[in-house]
């Protein structure tokens, strides 16, 4: 072998292990598995391609517990991981699964809406691939993903993206937002097929209460609220009101703009029959001047420089040294759940809403997230989904 | 269809650029330019990133 031919094998072994080496964590991410175990509420699991055929086969297929209630009632449809950076959401939407019973109704929950997004991760703000929550068991490991769908899944992306069915020019990298391709449609790009499953889901089962769980930068005004169209503001003023006497926590009501189009508080209540609640928990990982995005900021919520800028008064919620942790941000979301569900029950009787088991923000605070999670490993036989 | 259309491009670059590492016979930093430059192109033919 001559001198040349040396240099080039030696270049392209180097070559193939830095491939490998950047390749396989991401590679591992995308194809791991949250184990989610069916609680005792849990009466079926269905698919998302159920509503919606095209996504059939495709990443983003997702997956549908339905908590159907011992007496008939109204009908709720509750999402997380609309953001998989947001890992709020999903955790609510976890501990409802596992831990809820639904007396009166039926429940709809849907833990990772992006599928696609939750496999995806963002290198460039060195976002870690995954999280633990520490538990009474142990840990329980959980895939951090990303705001928008993989390029993988939905490539490319065009110049700009125009919003359907509005033709509103939003912007191009909005078409892998979950929370701007609402509606969708049945045959537009992969993420208008995921909120069109969801979109069809509510009007074929006549959901009453579509909410949205969020978590926002504690720099960005629409933070630590609800967000409510002209049709739900009512129960969201009474639930932010009830929860801030009762609980002892501040969460105001945002109106959802009507020249804003796409978003799930919008685009719910205006193509379908449920009401639409999109609540925001702020979270300090998200928030642009932070140390490193490690899984303690994302954890505890708990950064030097959100507390200089505090003391500026530069952040749109109060934070002091305590920070803004996972609990507190998880017991909020599923405070304000129940709190909608039975503002709504309150006053429509006949389509009531009822479910126990499910912790509120006192229980969180206390007993941190971990302590309401399952053990997937304890679960009996066929009680345990894969996500 | 437009999904097609650019991993066929992405694996046209990919075989250019290869054989263009092939054939340098010259220029040892062209070498590492052009591994560098198909590092994105060959994550996304492997669908890893």
């Known amino acids: 072998m001559n001198k040349d031919a040396r240099l080039k094998s030696a270049l392209a072994a180097a070559f193939v292990a830095f491939i490998l080496w950047g390749g396989l964590p991401l590679f591992r991410h995308r194809h791991y598995s949250m184990p989610i175990v069916k609680g005792p509420g849990v009466t079926a699991v269905l698919r998302l391609s159920e509503y919606s055929p095209g996504l059939k086969g495709t990443v983003a297929d997702t997956n549908i517990y339905v908590l159907q209630g011992r007496e008939p009632g109204g009908k709720a449809l509750l999402i997380g991981d609309t953001h998989s950076n947001e890992p709020e959401g999903m955790l609510s939407a976890v501990i409802v699964i596992e831990n809820g019973i639904v007396e009166k109704g039926t429940l709809y929950v849907i833990p990772v809406f992006n599928n696609s997004g939750s496999r995806n991760t963002r290198p460039g703000d060195g976002y870690p691939l995954y999280f633990d929550v520490a538990t009474d068991w142990g840990r329980r490991r959980f895939r951090f993903g990303n705001r928008d769908a993989s390029p993988l899944d939905q490539w490319p992306d065009p110049d700009v993206y125009i919003h359907y069915p509005e033709r509103q020019l939003l912007s191009y990298i909005d078409i892998r937002n979950t929370n701007r391709t609402w509606p969708g449609r049945a045959n537009g790009p992969l993420m208008e097929k995921v909120t069109f499953g969801a979109m069809e889901l509510m009007r074929r089962e006549k959901i009453d209460v579509a909410i949205d769980v969020h978590g926002a930068e504690t720099m960005f005004p629409v933070t630590n609220c609800i967000v409510a169209p002209e049709s739900s503001v009512k129960i969201a003023t009474l639930a932010s009101l009830n929860v801030k006497a009762r609980e002892g926590f501040e969460n105001h009501v945002e109106p959802s703009p009507a020249g804003f189009r796409g978003l799930s508080h919008r685009e719910i209540g205006d193509h379908g029959p449920s009401l639409p609640f999109l609540l925001e928990a ?25 507390l200089s800028l505090s003391k500026k008064k530069k952040l749109f919620v109060p934070y002091d040294e305590s920070g803004w942790p996972l609990e507190k941000r998880v017991g909020q979301n599923l405070s304000v759940t129940l709190e909608i569900f039975r503002q709504f029950s309150k006053k429509t009787a006949d389509r009531s809403i009822v479910i126990t088991g499910v912790p509120r923000y006192a229980d969180l605070v206390k007993g941190g997230v971990g302590h309401f999670l399952a053990d997937p490993s304890q679960a009996p036989a066929g009680g345990v989904v894969m996500n | 269809m437009i999904m097609i259309a650019y991993y066929a491009i992405t694996a046209f670059l990919v075989v250019l650029l290869g054989w263009s590492f092939v054939r340098e016979k010259a220029r040892r930093g062209d070498l590492v330019l052009y591994l560098l430059v198909m590092v994105p192109l060959v994550l996304r033919l492997l669908r890893w990133k």
Do not use: H, M
């Not at chain 1, 642009?288 to 950064?303: E, I, R, S, W």
């Open chain 1, 282 to 306: 702020p979270i300090p990982f998200l928030d642009q001047p932070t140390g490193p995005k490690t899984t303690k900021l994302l954890l505890d919520g708990k950064d030097p420089f959100l």
